[in-house]
């Protein structure tokens, strides 16, 4: 870049001698030498150009890089909490809009912006010293022209602002439309989801406008200031030459100079106004980086132990967020060691966050949640998680074969391994029934498969983690019986001499758990095994009826909260 200004400057300059000395003298010898220096000028110029594009590119493209590895590793480390309240598309967008923006951003100010500025410095001193009191006329119209650009800055921040808003809502938009489209053809919802993402594309439209108006506010700003700067440099360098005998060949030098100068300045202004575009970018992306975990995953605590697998809740204060009711007050709780233990409950009354709480997804307000008596606040997180296997309701298949899908519950497992783990979860057969095996991918969260085969993949999982505790979360929720019957073979088989959490709306599957705790409003009212609740007749046995003999209509639920927790259970 600094080659390209020395360049033009250099051919302002020699324009002196071309006319004082070729022209006006005309010197046969002197002619020779700048015709040699115009060549040399022009190739270094030339691969100078080249050299710099290729490798400010690809600084440029290494930035884009950089960028979306700090953020989305950033993203990694951040809490449960901040993906609560953040929408799936600010993140897509950070990754991948915003960090391209700040990546074209630092490339503009790499590439045009720091070559036209260097080569309107190099010009300027031309000016300087072929004629002080000429450049006096371009140093005062650089301070007006500074000013409007600054103006037009102002003005690009909002609409930048605006359109990078309208960009996240197309791939929120997106979003909705792909992950519920048989919902929106079930219930003719096509001209409501085309009017939301016309209504987004609408805004980045406008916004994308707006900002092209306003970078092209630059050009008629210097074309006219640009004008007044040559015609009053035109009016002194006439006086001198006509009045004062000055030879001409400074005059058409300084000229020339304003002329070269004259394209990097207006790009200059261009990229400016532009630049601003970027910095809103740049400014989303640190929102996030700046964005500190509120999880302390104790790199360097002590590991956790698991001898027995005892998990126990003592005084338990929890609320997910500062200002909000709390799901947990003084809750107490304890999962005997390879026993199994249910939570049954009505919607809300904090089952799911039990389970969270487990994971440390998030850490609670006061008391303590510890596992064979170590509190789980205090040990390395990743321990933590590695004596944890979670099968949810909501089962999740990245996007990778059914192997790698399976080995994610231990990465080190060999073939074999990944293979047993499939077979004692009822999955091999129709894993082996697939175009590829275990080698078939899985695309779009493996919706080719159906919600059963998905769950045994799960099961598969996290039997391959082999890990002393299990935590199920509603995971026979959606299932159809014959699918039901065989993810609950394959639970058995994972379930056998380890401490297991079930959270079941469907009693059926927790019948036989060692300990069955009912939850209302965070708190367990009564726990016991299946006969013993259905003997005490309280919570758990009006619910326990209400699915199992729906045609009892002597039955007669005349407790309030009882009814609640069977309406909603």
Not at 50 to 65: C, D, K, Q
Not at 102 to 114: D, K
Not at 551 to 567: R, S, T
Request: aromatic residues 6%; contains cysteine.
């Amino acid at each position: 870049m600094g080659l390209v200004a020395l360049t033009s400057a250099l051919s302002a300059w020699i324009l002196r001698d071309v006319v004082d000395q070729v022209f006006v003298d005309q010197d046969i010898a002197v002619l020779s030498g700048l015709v040699v220096a115009v060549i040399v000028i022009s190739l270094v110029r030339g691969i100078s150009l080249y050299g710099s594009t290729v490798t400010l590119t690809r600084v440029g493209n290494a930035i884009i890089a950089e960028n979306q590895k700090k953020v989305f590793d950033h993203i990694l480390g951040l809490g449960m909490n901040y993906f609560d309240r953040t929408h799936s598309s600010d993140l897509i967008a950070a990754v991948s809009v915003r960090a391209q923006a700040a990546g074209q951003l630092l490339n503009t100010i790499m590439t045009s912006f720091v070559r036209d500025l260097l080569s309107v410095i190099g010009l300027v001193l031309v000016m300087v010293i072929q004629s002080p009191w000429m450049s006096l006329i371009v140093l005062v119209i650089g301070p007006i022209a500074i000013l409007g650009v600054n103006r037009l800055i102002r003005k690009m921040r909002d609409s930048a602002r605006m359109e990078f808003a309208g960009m996240t809502q197309i791939i929120a938009s997106m979003q909705e439309t792909t992950h519920g489209m048989r919902i929106v053809k079930a219930f003719n919802l096509e001209s409501a989801m085309r009017t939301n993402m016309n209504r987004a594309i609408e805004t980045v439209r406008q916004r994308g406008n707006k900002i092209g108006a306003i970078k092209a506010q630059t050009s008629p700003l210097m074309e006219t200031l640009g004008g007044f700067a040559i015609a009053g440099v035109m009016l002194w360098a006439g006086y001198q030459t006509m009045f004062e005998g000055v030879k001409p060949g400074a005059f058409v030098s300084f000229v020339a100079a304003i002329l070269l100068a004259y394209e990097p300045a207006k790009r200059l202004a261009n990229t400016r106004v532009g630049i601003e575009r970027g910095v809103v970018g740049v400014k989303f992306i640190y929102n996030i980086l700046d964005t500190k975990p509120t999880l302390n995953t104790n790199p360097d605590g002590p590991e956790l132990e698991v001898p027995h697998g005892e998990v126990a809740f003592n005084d338990v204060n929890f609320a997910y967020r500062k200002k909000s009711a709390p799901v947990l007050t003084k809750f107490n709780f304890r999962a005997p060691a390879g026993k199994v233990t249910a939570l049954v409950g009505p919607s809300g009354s904090g089952k799911s966050t039990i389970i969270s709480l487990i994971e440390r997804f998030y850490d609670v307000q006061s008391g303590a949640i510890t596992i064979d008596g170590q509190d789980i606040s205090k040990v390395r997180l990743g321990s933590l998680h590695d004596k944890l296997a979670l099968v949810s309701q909501d089962t999740v298949m990245f996007e990778a074969t059914v192997r790698e899908n399976i080995r994610f519950g231990r990465p080190s497992a060999t073939d074999e391994e990944v293979e047993q783990a499939a077979r004692n979860a009822m999955a091999h057969d129709f894993i082996m029934a697939l175009k590829n095996g275990y080698d078939q991918e899985l695309d779009d969260a493996g919706k080719s498969l159906s919600g059963g085969q998905r769950q045994r993949i799960a099961i598969a999982r996290a039997m391959l983690r082999d890990a002393p505790i299990i935590l199920l979360d509603e995971a026979t929720s959606s299932l159809d019986s014959e699918s039901e019957n065989q993810v609950q073979i394959a639970f058995d088989r994972l379930m056998k001499n380890r401490t297991t959490i079930v959270i079941a709306h469907r009693l059926s599957t927790v019948v036989n758990a060692d300990q069955i705790c009912v939850l209302v409003r965070g708190n367990v009212v009564e726990s016991g095994r299946h006969a013993e609740l259905i003997a005490a007749g309280k919570h758990y046995a009006r619910l326990y009826y209400l699915q199992f003999e729906k045609h009892n209509d002597g039955e007669v639920v005349d407790d309030p909260e009882d009814e609640k927790v069977a309406l909603t259970g």
